[in-house]
Nanobody, 123 residues
Framework: QVQLVESGGGLVQAGGSLRLSCAAS????????MGWFRQAPGKEREFVAS?????YYADSVKGRFTISRDNAKNTVYLQMNSLKPEDTAVYYC???????????????????WGQGTQVTVSS
């Protein structure tokens, strides 16, 4: 079992930056594919980025967001720059047990989820 705890959300003006962190419990963090998703009010949860052997991004955040991980700290990060009002959402960290270099972008492909952290971008 893996527990994921997100932090770093908040209120920021358009054009600003935030860095989200997700701390994971357990000894096998390096063997998980890690992902970030987001969910805006009234919308479905959507893929933002993932990291395994490679990194993958949704087109809407490519060039603005960067996902990274520190396996020594059991933590995955999401650096968000040039934020837009449409980035406003609850951001969730997710973990997939089976490590590979694949592209995993659907909710069903992940096994564990954090509780989410709110990101609000004002115009």
């Amino acid at each position: 079992q893996v527990q994921l705890v997100e932090s770093g959300g908040g209120l920021v003006q358009a054009g600003g930056s935030l860095r989200l962190s997700c701390a994971a419990s357990g000894r096998t963090f390096s063997s998980y594919v890690m992902g970030w998703f987001r969910q805006a009010p009234g919308k479905e949860r959507e893929f933002v980025a993932s990291i395994s052997g490679y990194t993958y991004y949704a087109d809407s955040v490519k060039g603005r967001f960067t996902i990274s991980r520190d396996n020594a700290k059991n933590t995955v990060y999401l650096q968000m720059n040039s934020l837009k009002p449409e980035d406003t959402a609850v951001y969730y960290c997710a973990a997939r047990r089976s490590y590979s270099y694949g592209y995993y972008y659907t909710v069903d492909e992940y096994d564990y989820w954090g509780q989410g952290t709110q990101v609000t971008v004002s115009s």
